[in-house]
């Protein structure tokens, strides 16, 4: 199944300057010396120094080993003040061969349970800031350790995958060994008590934010004694005493931003914190259900103090806590991050604004909660563009998610909502995600080709990102060593080759080779069992939609699709990867009339073996693109008996017994492919014998008008031979055929059941005679169809085309066909195929005498 899951932004010099020269000066730079072929090696300490900035960790390692000099400046404490391992495999033995480096290191980014135990070998006494995501396995004893490792620390953030093996013994333990503590967040902790706050609060002075997102139950009563934090956000939690927590927060002497979006907060105590505290200028209560159904929002309207709601104008509130600002109130945080002029105080706020409005906004879009189509169109998707320009990476990132998640309403069936994707398009989104995908930030990248895949779904915006250069930047973000930047770039090109007129762009972009290679790259996959082949069926699924197209099947063929494909038809479990696989092999050797595709698939070894076995898959779309892969390349010869040895027949006539209530694309392409099967007499022999006649008959009983053609078309083939003829009749297959011919609303399928029909009972020569009949009959349409079913008997090729025309030569049909290419009152269909059937008796009638 395919999956379908621009308006520039107008930058001035200065802000332009202040995001992208750097980088630019430098490549523009390495460009020059290029053409000019100097020795990199002569390149000044400095420049290179630059250039190591732009990389990661990986590739500046890569590089470093071009020379000793390289390698002295590649450990350049400066180089190694921030790591980012998140998209890395990272173990204790990659830990320990990175420790030389990290002695001066302050920032570090990782993923994994794994890799929360394993950066104890990084040996970074000296970390200042650690971010862990999709730990959800993390436990007390880990987070322990790395508090008990890093006493330096001032800022931990372990989110947003739940961490339910967290306990209060372990915030405790942050709390003790952690005393220059300034940032703190945390998601899905089951339960957060008193004591362990009360820890925090006694040892760690400093710490002015907490983030208890999405917990469970939290000791309200001892927040209220966190005196140091300027900012709180419980956002998602349960359970809360909101009276009381209203009246103990209020109380706060430096709290000044306070996050309790997606709770069951009610109006009541929304009005006394706003009340009560003297500090705070911000409340967020978005998605609050309770406080939303009570109404009476002008209650709220505190002087001072800034009430973000989904029933409040955000753009606008954020604004009003700027006194100069002047331009649209839309452009607010854009005019806030070039400003000169405003206050710390204001600019901490604005920081923590940015990072609770994106992990709100991603978490509502995850939920898709019924009602929320006026907002994400009035302000939401603006919000998040907006907040996709942050200079905080990780803000930037979970915008570039929510993007990617808020637009599909449908994840199982690859569903995008139109209208939202659009609203990104008018405001300028593309543009922006596509700048983000350019970004040096591997991060930032896997977050922007996510969006720009599941967006490209729509129509408009494939069309969109491909005039914006889009396929370009995803064919080379798929060539990317960053495994989750490859796939999501993978995942874009997949649904933009949905789209026919952007095949051929993918193919120039070189596209088709780097998803190509993108299959052999991990093959022992990563960590978790569903990531595992993600780039693969990705890869897989877009060569398949590329494969369909004659001229781009033969660029994945010379690629070396061909054995990617097989390779993993034959040796992945992944059902995703295995459908997708067979679907590309199917549509490979869909173009065998202009091709060799269908051959090369056929030759390759263990291909035939392999989709016979997947014919036999617990998954009905494994099942069902293996069928048509395997009908496809009956077509020819040599494939049709190699898939008979390979035991095609038996697996699918079990197929076919078992696929009665199955989808009619199943139906459908187990009767084709034993349809191609049976033009072998032996394979047709097999068939009746493995009782193949029975199913086929049922099948030819659809409701679907394809099924009729190809159940039909197998039963025609079938009933040739004499057995099969006979097993036709006992399984009550005349009854279903004489159906067929009066009332299949296909033409083909009323022909082959004639056929069959006619094959059972009065032999071909009968069948033959009556078509030459009906050429001089008055009816100038049966004139037409006797002309076009003659055609159909001597085709060159065709299977019996010879005996059939020799019988026509025996009826003395030339002469009467030469009468119907003259008449003048015979319809043009009539005298076109009159004069084909004269060719094709030529034809044979040479070819006898050769």
């Not at 650690?130 to 890093?150: E, K, N, P, Y």
């Not at 606008?316 to 206050?343: C, H, P, Q």
């Not at 970004?439 to 969109?464: D, F, P, T």
């Not at 052999?520 to 780039?535: I, Q, T």
């Amino acid at each position: 199944m395919s999956r379908r899951v621009r308006r520039k932004g107008v930058q001035s010099k200065e802000k332009e300057k202040v995001t992208s020269q750097n980088y630019s000066e430098i490549f523009e730079g390495i460009s020059h010396l290029e053409r000019k072929e100097v020795d990199w090696t002569s390149l000044p300490d400095d420049t290179v120094v630059q250039l190591f900035s732009c990389l990661n960790y990986r590739d500046r390692a890569s590089l470093a080993s071009t020379c000793r000099n390289w390698r002295l400046l590649g450990s350049s404490p400066c180089l190694w003040n921030s790591l980012d391992l998140r998209a890395h495999k990272c173990d204790a033995l990659a830990a320990s061969s990175l420790a030389s480096r990290c002695a001066k290191l302050q920032k570090l980014r990782f993923r994994g349970s794994d890799a929360a135990n394993a950066i104890m070998n990084l040996q970074a006494r000296g970390l200042l800031e650690i971010s862990g995501d999709f730990c959800r396995d993390i436990t007390d004893a880990t987070l322990s350790v790395m508090a008990a490792r890093h006493e330096a620390l001032e800022s931990l953030q372990i989110g947003p995958d739940f961490c339910e093996r967290i306990s209060s013994d372990a915030i405790r333990a942050v709390g003790f060994c952690c005393p220059k503590l300034k940032r703190l967040r945390l998601s899905g902790v089951r339960e957060i008590d008193g004591d362990a706050i009360n820890a925090l609060a006694n040892n760690c002075k400093q710490l002015y934010e907490i983030g208890f997102v999405d917990c469970v139950n939290v000791d309200e009563v001892a927040l209220g004694n966190m005196t140091s934090i300027r900012f709180l956000s419980v956002a998602g939690t349960r359970n809360m005493k909101w009276s009381l927590s209203s009246q103990l927060w209020g109380k706060l002497p430096n709290l000044v931003g306070a996050d309790v979006s997606r709770t069951d907060i009610t109006s009541s105590s929304v009005s006394r914190l706003m009340s009560s505290s003297q500090s705070l200028k911000v409340l967020c209560a978005l998605n609050c259900p309770i406080l939303e159904d009570e109404g009476n929002y002008a209650v709220h309207n505190v002087k001072g103090k800034l009430l973000l709601a989904l029933f409040a104008d955000i753009f606008k509130g954020i604004a009003s806590l700027f006194a100069d600002i002047t331009t649209k109130e839309r452009n607010v945080f854009w005019d806030w991050r070039y400003s000169k002029n405003v206050d710390k105080s204001l600019n901490e706020v604005m920081h923590w604004l940015e990072w609770v409005l994106s992990h709100t906004l991603l978490r509502i879009a995850e939920s898709n909660p019924p009602g929320m189509d006026s907002f994400w169109l009035r302000q939401g998707a603006a919000l998040l563009l907006s907040l996709m320009q942050s200079l905080q990476e990780d803000v930037q990132e979970r915008a570039a998610t929510g993007l990617a998640t808020f637009v599909v309403i449908d994840d199982e069936n690859a569903t995008v909502d139109g209208g939202r994707a659009e609203a990104v398009m008018r405001d300028g989104g593309i543009h922006l995600l596509l700048k983000l995908a350019r970004s040096c930030r591997e991060g930032v990248q896997s977050e922007a080709a996510k969006a720009i895949a599941n967006l490209s779904v729509n129509a408009k915006v494939a069309k969109a990102v491909a005039e914006e250069g889009g396929i370009s930047i995803l064919a080379n973000l798929a060539k990317s060593m960053n495994r989750l930047v490859a796939e999501e770039a993978a995942g874009g090109l997949w649904n933009l080759s949905v789209g026919e007129e952007h095949k051929g762009a993918i193919a120039e972009a070189g596209g088709v080779k780097a998803l190509v290679d993108l299959i052999f790259k991990w093959p022992s996959g990563g960590d978790g069992v569903l990531v595992r082949f993600l780039h693969a069926e990705r890869a897989a699924g877009a060569l398949a939609n590329l494969a369909a197209d004659d001229k781009c099947s033969m660029e994945v063929a010379l690629a070396g699709g061909v054995h990617a494909l097989v390779m993993l038809a034959r040796s992945c479990k992944f059902e995703g990867v295995q459908e997708q696989a067979a679907r590309a092999l199917a549509n490979l050797a869909a173009h065998g009339d202009s091709n060799s595709n269908n051959a090369a698939v056929g030759q390759e070894a263990g291909a035939l073996e392999a989709l016979v076995q997947l014919t036999r898959s617990r998954n009905e779309g494994v099942r069902q693109e293996a069928a048509g892969a395997l009908w496809n390349l009956s077509f020819d010869d040599r494939n049709r008996e190699a898939i008979a040895a390979a035991g095609g027949v038996e697996a699918l006539v079990s197929l076919a017994q078992a696929c009665s209530n199955a989808s009619q694309g199943l139906q459908e392409r187990a009767a084709g492919a034993l349809w191609g099967l049976s033009v072998s007499e032996a394979n047709s022999i097999a068939i009746g014998r493995e009782g193949g006649v029975a199913p086929l008959i049922a099948l030819a009983c659809s409701d679907a008008e394809d099924v009729h053609e190809t159940a039909a078309g197998a039963l025609w083939n079938l009933a040739f031979n004499p057995g099969n003829a006979l097993r036709i009749v006992e399984e009550g297959g005349v009854p279903a055929l004489v159906h067929l011919c009066s009332s299949s609303l296909s033409k083909m399928a009323r022909f082959m059941a004639a056929l069959a029909l006619a094959y059972m009972f009065d032999g071909s020569g009968a069948e033959i005679g009556r078509f030459v009949a009906m050429l001089r009959n008055s009816s100038s349409i049966l004139r037409a169809c006797a002309a076009f079913a003659l055609l159909q008997f001597t085709i060159p090729g065709g299977r019996h085309a010879t005996h059939h025309a020799s019988l026509l030569q025996k009826a003395g049909a030339a002469r009467i066909l030469r009468a119907a290419a003259a008449a003048a009152t015979a319809p043009i269909e009539a005298k076109i195929f009159a004069r084909i059937v004269l060719r094709n008796l030529e034809h044979h009638q040479l070819e006898a005498l050769a």
